[in-house]
Structure formats: C-alpha cells, structure tokens
C-alpha cells in the first residue's frame, strides 16, 4: 500500500472508519509511527510505554525480529480451506496441546477470542444435548451476538433481547462484598452454594456449560478467592455440566504461566483463547477442547464452521509465537518480573485514591475510588461509554498518556498488562510514571476541586 501522510490518514480515517465503543464525532485517535518492544512513537515523535499490550495481546512485544522475519515468507505459505490439512495448523494444534491442561486433546481454529467463545457455546450444547449457559455478571466475552449474550457487564445490553438460556450468577468481588468474610475459604463457600442454587432452580438436566473467565480481565483483574474455580468443577461434574474456561486474555503467559487455569487444581472441558496465540500479529483464536469432548465428535458431525479455520499464514505466525515463548522464557519471564510488579502496586496503596489493587503475573488492575473509607468509586458500576458526565477517568488515562503512560480503564479500574518482554527496570520507569500521575490526579481533580465529586 502507498504511504500516507499524517494528515490524510487522519482525515481517511475520520471520514471513512467506525471505531468500536466511541461517539464518531469524539475520534480522534493518534497513529504509530514507529513501534520496538515495549514502546512507540505518535506522529509527534513522542514515545508511549504501552503498559496494555495495544489490547492485552502484544506479549511479545512490538516489532518482534522473528516474527517480522516469518512474515517476509508468507509467499511460500500456500493458502487452503480448513478441508485441507496443512503444516502450520497441523504444528500449531500440537503446540497448543503440548502446552494445555493433561486432559486437553484437539484445537478448532477460530479468528479471534468472540468467535471463539460463539464456538465453544455450540460445541457444549452439541456434546450435551442441553440449551442453557451459566456466565458471570462482570464478565467480558465478546461483541458478538453469543459473545455479547455470554458477557456480565453492560456492553452486553446491545445484544438484548438475547438468545433463550442465557442465566447470569456473581463473580467473587471480594472488595465490594458487603458481605465480610473471616477468610477467603468462608467467601468461596458463600459464592458456591449461590451457584447451587441457582443451577437447582434452573434445572441441571437443562444447564449445558458453565461459562467462567478463570480471571475476569477488562473487568477489574478479579483474582478468585481459594478453593472457588475448584469448587466450580466439583459442581459442574455433580451435575454433567461442562466446564468452558475464557482464556482470551489469560491465555499464553500473561499471569506468569502458560494458561491461567494452571495455577489451580482443575482441569477445564474446553478453553477458548486469543490475542496471545499470535501476539496480536495475526487474527487467530480456538477451542481447546477435552477428550472427552474430542472423542464426541468422533461419531457426531461437528456442526460448526468458519471460512478461515486454520488459516495457514494465520497458524504460521502462531507457531513462531509459540517458539519465542519457549526460546525467550518469557513465560518464566513473566512471573519473575510480575513479582517487582506487585511490590510497585502494594506500594500505590498508601494513595488517597488507590482503593484496591489485585494483581497476578503481568496482569493486574487499580482501583481508584473517592473514599477509601466508603470505597466510593470513581464511576459507579454500569456509567461506562458516555455515560460518566464528569469523566475523572477518561481524565486519568488522558494524563498518563501526556506523561507518556499509555493504557486503558474500564469503570474505575485502570489495567496494567504491559508486553511480556518488559524488564524490571523498564516496569520501574513505568510506575514511576504512573505515581507521578496519580500525584497529578489527587492534585489537579479529586481532592481539591468538590463540584467534581458531587456532580
């Protein structure tokens, strides 16, 4: 493609594109003129720490040699319908399932995490001849129409009226339970036998999945308490429910090993996952399915399908992914770095503003509040896209751009998910960075000017 000048990408791009989440008229967004690792560069020249891994995908960072390599031989990678069996798709799957839970034997190719999360939905009601799918309030799936019916949280609503058999039960929020618990093991109990109830009242013989972000991640990095994900398994084989465990953003190394599910003592029925996959250097996403779900389809058509099913220059990029991972340690990486990333984040606790942080390998989230007494948010639940007429945290993300911070937030939780490759003295600069602005914060919008509080 020709090249363009900043301005007329600017201008094509106003005129032309429609940017997801936004009010059109409100787009402005910066280009990249140059990426390496973990920084880029704006058409200004100034450099961003990308602290979010563009959308918690680029875990190897930006402009990765090898993968910059791979794509300079794409000529040679001949193109094929999933029908056909190929190299890559062949070498990815073995991969995948080298590196997945024991019980976990085959991968259906997607194009991204939502139709991956779509697919698995079909698989389960296929597998068990049932309709209903559990999932969690303050949970995040996907855009799509099955996705979005999946999803707890309010970019749901656009896809409602949704699909029958949908049922939504509590993730542990132990933050802002009102309820106070003795330990974590008193909360778990209190969650599951909620969970009971709700999945005797629904009717078991009619409850196909559980659907369950081991981590909850745009949602506030919501670590769950011990024994929970296992008491979950327990109940989903008391009942013949699968168990479908959303790996889109946990997947491939991001909270310190290779899948999430890895940190605790269970095995999920199938596993859908993403953005990791490739780091982002292709759209390419799937089901890891079980064997016993594998062997299902041993002797019943799977009816599901897509057009780019393993495609090839898709799966080659994943295989090079998959080959840095172990060549770099990144995953080892990961959780040693994750380590200084937690003391900078216990640290932030003494700010007024600072209500709580949760963090697990390079996968973390603050949240910021008003009150650390009353633990008043800064944007109550559900006053995302819009909706937030003060705006204190579109201001916050705003200053840690302009000090050169680059990430998101999602109600009054910012995410810290910078790329894998990161080192601790990077992560430090970092942090510094995110203290001053929190200095900035206090300063210039929350503890001094009250008309902003009360509006």
Same mark, same amino acid.
């Given at each position: ?12 791009n106003k005129q032309y ?24 560069? +704006? ?26 390599? =791979?794509?300079?031989?794409?000529? =040679? ?40 999360? +779509?697919?698995?939905?079909k698989m389960a009601r296929?597998? /068990? ?48 339970? #009102? ?50 994900? =296992? ?5 989903? *084989? ?22 999430? #599910? ?6 999920? +029925?199938?596993? /859908? ?33 897509? /057009? ?11 295989? /090079? ?10 995953? =080892? ?13 216990e640290q932030l606790l ?18 910021? #509040? ?17 909706? *937030? ?59 001094? +000017? ?6």
């Open positions: 493609m020709k090249s363009m000048d900043i301005s007329q990408i600017k201008q094509e594109v429609l940017h997801s989440w936004s009010k059109q008229k409100n787009v402005d967004p910066k280009t990249i003129s140059k990426a390496e690792g973990v920084f880029f560069w +704006d058409e200004t020249d100034k450099k961003y720490i990308d602290m979010c891994s563009q959308l918690v995908y680029l875990n190897v960072g930006h402009q990765h040699p090898k993968l910059l390599e =791979e794509f300079k031989h794409i000529g =040679e990678i001949p193109l094929a319908a999933p029908g056909f069996a190929t190299a890559s798709k062949a070498a990815l799957a073995r991969k995948i399932i080298e590196a997945a839970p024991a019980n976990m034997a085959k991968v259906f190719f997607t194009s991204g995490g939502a139709e991956s999360n +779509d697919h698995a939905i296929m597998v /068990t001849g049932r309709y209903k799918v559990f999932s969690r309030y303050r949970s995040y799936h996907g855009a799509t129409f099955g996705a979005g019916n999946l999803t707890g949280e309010s970019r749901r609503f656009e896809a409602e009226p949704g699909i029958p058999g949908f049922i939504k039960f509590d993730t542990p929020y132990l933050y802002r339970e #009102v309820v106070d618990f003795s330990s974590e093991e008193e909360a778990t109990q209190f969650y599951l036998a909620r969970l009971k109830n709700q999945l005797l009242y629904e009717g078991p013989q009619s409850i196909a999945a559980v659907f369950i972000e081991p981590i909850p991640g745009s949602n506030g990095v919501l670590i769950p308490p011990k024994g929970y994900l =296992e008491g979950v398994r327990a109940l989903c *084989d008391e009942f013949g429910i699968l168990m479908i465990c959303d790996e889109v953003m946990t997947g491939f190394g991001r909270t310190g090993k290779m899948f999430a #599910v890895d940190h605790f003592n269970f095995e999920p +029925d199938m596993i /859908t996952f993403a953005k990791g996959v490739t780091s982002g250097y292709a759209p390419l996403g799937g089901v890891i399915v079980s064997d016993k779900v594998a062997n299902y389809f041993d002797d019943h058509v799977l009816m599901t399908g897509l /057009t780019y099913s393993g495609h090839t220059v898709c799966t080659q990029i994943g295989c /090079t992914t998959l080959d840095i991972y172990q060549e770099e340690n990144l995953i =080892e990486h990961a959780a040693k770095v994750g380590e200084q990333l937690a003391k900078r984040l003494s700010f007024n503003s600072v209500g709580n942080v949760r963090h697990i390998g390079l996968f973390a989230a603050i949240e910021l #509040v008003k009150d650390k007494t009353t633990k008043q948010p800064i944007i109550e639940y559900g006053m995302d896209y819009g909706k *937030d007429k003060v705006g204190l945290m579109s201001k916050f993300i705003s200053l840690l751009s302009e000090n050169g911070f680059y990430t998101y937030s999602h109600e009054s939780s910012v995410i810290i998910a910078p790329p894998l490759v990161i080192t601790e003295h990077q992560l430090n600069e970092a942090m510094d960075l995110f203290e001053k602005t929190l200095i900035q914060f206090e300063q210039q919008y929350l503890f001094t +000017d009250q008309t902003l509080l009360t509006k």
